[in-house]
């Protein structure tokens, strides 16, 4: 089979000097299916029974789940909203899966699932982020870091529903390092942020329209939820303008492509640059699938 690939590590020196950090970028974006999202997906296809799998999803699940899903011979139905990129529909439509499109504005992709679920009793449903397959797969990220030998001080990735911060704090745990782990979320999603200072989940009234797309979600999951309360460091709500910088700031610097979703951990350092100067500070770009017209014009205005 194809186990996920190792991630890629990127020094920028120019970009470390702009912002006064010691920067390493974590590069998911040449992740089979363009995101870390493989790493959970692989982790659910290769270890459920069901020879159905049914997802939600804005995009870069649903391309993993559906890629995963043909490795080991398995059906799978995505939930997909009607904004979410052409790019990752026609992605999911193209490794095999059957897409469920939905105007959110009328019915939530979980209302939908839900439906489907009950359409498909024998089929496994597989959330993109509230799964401890997919907190475990995710974990591997943290854990090829520290295999590197790499001395941080803190991990900042993108938060959604939690999977993937989840999944960084559980392995810093087992390391045993002193590693802080920050959640990056777009102010206009800010979920994660309120539930953290609350000390509750707090769930959105409605899907954002962050550019972030990434990370519209309602609310966090409970099984991520449970792993984050106390075991993130911070959420730092990063703008619609720090999420674009952040784009043009990896094109320009470091020569690399990433989707809005994917920007928002050096969008985080951008928001708060005075808390990272001189920190060992490690960015996950989480993923790279940008819709070619909407990431030509973030880069053209630079």
Known sequence: MTPPRPTTIIHSPRLSRKLGVELVLASETLQYTGSFKFRAAYNVASKVREAHLITASSGNFGQAIA???ALFGKRCT??????????????VREYGAEVDLVDVKVKGRLERLGELAKEF?????ASPYDDPLVIEGNAGL????????????????????GGLTSGLVRA???SGKAVGVIAAEPALANDAAQSFRAGKLISQPDESETIADGARMLRMGDKNWEILRDGLTDVIEVSEDQIREGVRMLFLLAN??????GALALG?????????????VCCVIS???????????????A
Do not use: H, W
């Open 287 to 301: 993923g790279g699938n940008a819709d070619p017209a909407a990431y030509a014009a973030l880069v053209a205005s």
């Open 121 to 125: 009793p024998d089929a496994y449903v």
């Open 67 to 69: 890629y995963a899903c």
């Open 142 to 161: 943290a854990d090829e870091l520290f295999s590197l030998g790499l001395e941080l001080d803190f991990i900042i990735a993108p938060i959604g529903g």
């Open 268 to 280: 985080a350092v951008l928001a708060q640059r005075e808390r990272f100067l001189g920190k060992r």
């Open 172 to 174: 810093v745990r087992r």
């Open 78 to 91: 995505v939930v997909m909203p009607t904004t979410a990129p052409r790019i990752k529909i026609d992605a």
């Open 256 to 261: 690399l492509k990433a989707e809005p979703t």
